[in-house]
């Protein structure tokens, strides 16, 4: 079992930054990637961006490509996103997950082997 916390979320202005932590324990060295996902009020989890354990390849929904980035501390079995450039519409629970097997991705049918119980990030003025 590997267990996942989010932290670091919190209430910002549009335009302000925020990083987010999530610490995995447990079996961490079974993972082979881990992933933001989100998902705002009525609507649709979104997929945020992920990385493989290794840290090697990095991905992005294109909501957020060159505005946040998804780094990964081996040392701590500690993955981050860095947000910048927020905007209203980032607004949302924020969720850490990670995979076994896979990179998570956008696709509406994946599933995670874990998920983090969530963190909310509001955007406003």
């Known amino acids: 079992q590997v267990q996942l916390v989010e932290s670091g979320g919190g209430l910002v202005r549009p335009g302000g930054s925020l990083r987010l932590s999530c610490a995995a324990s447990?079996?961490?060295?079974?993972?082979?990637?881990m992933g933001w996902f989100r998902q705002a009020p009525g609507k649709e989890r979104e997929f945020v961006a992920a990385?493989?354990?290794?840290?090697?390849?990095?991905y992005y929904g294109d909501s957020v490509k060159d505005r946040f980035t998804m780094s990964k501390d081996n040392a701590k079995d500690e993955v981050y996103l860095q947000m910048y450039s927020l905007k209203p519409e980032d607004t949302a629970v924020y969720y850490c997950?990670?995979?076994?097997?896979?990179?998570?991705?956008?696709?509406?049918?994946?599933?995670?082997?874990?998920w983090g119980p969530g963190v909310q990030v509001t955007v406003s003025s």
């Open positions: 997950a990670a995979d076994r097997r896979t990179v998570p991705s956008a696709s509406s049918q994946y599933d995670a082997d874990y």
């Open positions: 447990g079996r961490t060295k079974q993972l082979y990637a």
């Open positions: 990385l493989t354990w290794m840290g090697r390849d990095v």
